[in-house]
């Protein structure tokens, strides 16, 4: 049975299907000896396929890894970085970081913070950064200055950004600093490029600090689990991948095109 290409890589754990897709546009990939193409569909039983000149098959699959991630500021959410910067991979043990297929599930921006999702599921990846896909994420923000209850209003209600409005957030306000600044807790059923600073500077309070508490139920801190400290990660708990997988089944019922966009915040 013939299946794309960067879908088999993503099953066996090589990489997400996206990562998967710029391997084999840079033209580190082989099928047989030939360099692949993309949108190329092979055999996964008889062809063989290479990446950087590495026999890769089911069978050296390694074991699927589920992580939460606390991603300190400074650590971009990549697998490597051209200019040398500190990746979220760094962040771990040596035998983590090479030959186990692991990545970022999304991203946080540089400067931003807290829960990560890593894994080497390049299915559950696929699927949860569909960009219909709507997994609740909870985050604590600090803004300039005191937002009104007519911008609160309006940020719940959503805002136009590229022309698109963003959909309903749950916001509400936790602390007003004396120091003009205050503290929101935002709960975001979608992942728009830089959503929340986005927003927030459009209705001229610019982020200050931004820090992601939660993926749906799970949480850098959950009762029965040690809490997740900035640079520390855990394993997930049967429950979350549960969960998780089960967000699968959802977007299989529901499945729409893919689109492009990435989700950083």
């Not at 939660?214 to 949480?219: E, F, K, M, Y």
């Amino acid at each position: 049975m013939h299946e794309r290409l960067q879908k088999v890589l993503s099953s066996w754990g090589v990489a997400s299907r996206r990562q998967a897709e710029q391997l084999i546009a840079q033209g580190r990939v082989q099928v047989n000896h030939e360099v692949a193409h993309l949108g190329q569909k092979v055999d996964p039983v008889r062809d063989r396929i290479c990446v950087d000149g590495v026999l890769v098959s089911p069978a050296i699959q390694p074991d699927p890894l589920y992580l939460l991630l606390n991603k300190p500021a400074g650590v971009v959410s990549t697998c490597d970085d051209p200019w040398g910067r500190r990746t979220v991979l760094d962040l771990l043990p040596k035998d983590l970081q090479h030959g186990q297929g692991l990545h970022p599930v999304g991203r946080l921006d540089a400067e931003s913070t807290g829960a990560l999702l890593l894994t080497n599921d390049g299915d559950l990846t696929f699927y949860l950064t569909h960009p219909r896909h709507h997994i609740p994420k909870t985050y604590q923000v600090w803004v300039e200055g005191y937002p009104t209850q007519e911008t609160l209003r309006q940020w719940r209600q959503g805002v136009l950004l590229e022309g698109r409005k963003t959909l309903p957030a749950q916001v509400s306000v936790v602390q007003r600093h004396p120091d003009r600044k205050t503290l929101l807790e935002i709960v975001l059923k979608e992942g728009r490029n830089r959503q929340i600073r986005r927003v927030a500077d459009q209705l001229g309070h610019p982020v200050v600090l931004l820090h992601r508490t939660a993926i749906g139920p799970i949480r850098l801190q959950n009762p029965g689990v040690p809490e997740v400290l900035p640079g520390c990660y855990r394993p997930l708990t049967d429950t979350e991948v549960g969960f998780l997988n089960s967000q699968i089944a959802l977007t299989l019922i529901n499945r729409e095109p893919m689109k492009s966009e990435e989700c950083r915040v």
